[in-house]
């Protein structure tokens, strides 16, 4: 098992930056590749950003290249998300999730784990 619980998330203008954390419990959190997936209203979860168990491999979103970056810290259990020159589309519910497949699958029934999700809000 293995729980997640995002932070970080908040109301920024846009153009500004947020990081997302998320922090893992449970067993092998440093086998598992993580990724980040947003929904917002009325619309359905969609990839963000993922990247492999010891880091080397990340995947984007074509929406986030360029401005996003995902990364991990496994000592400390936590992956990050850092957002530049954010969006009034970026706004969503942003969300962890975590998988025991190799690759950075972009399809959320691959993941097994879930966190509560955490806001983000990007005004004009």
């Known amino acids: 098992q293995v729980q997640l619980v995002e932070s970080g998330g908040g109301l920024v203008q846009a153009g500004g930056s947020l990081r997302l954390s998320c922090a893992a419990s449970?067993?092998?959190?440093?086998?598992?590749?993580m990724a980040w997936f947003r929904q917002a209203p009325g619309k359905e979860r969609e990839f963000v950003a993922g990247i492999s168990w010891a880091g080397g491999r990340t995947r984007y979103a074509d929406s986030v290249k360029g401005r996003f970056t995902i990364s991990r810290d496994n000592p400390k259990n936590t992956v990050y998300l850092q957002m530049n020159s954010l969006k009034p589309e970026d706004t969503a519910v942003y969300y962890c999730a975590a998988t025991g497949r190799i690759a950075q699958p972009p399809t959320s029934g691959d993941y097994d784990y879930w966190g509560q999700g955490t806001q983000v809000t990007v005004s004009s």
């Open positions: 449970g067993r092998s959190f440093g086998d598992r590749t």
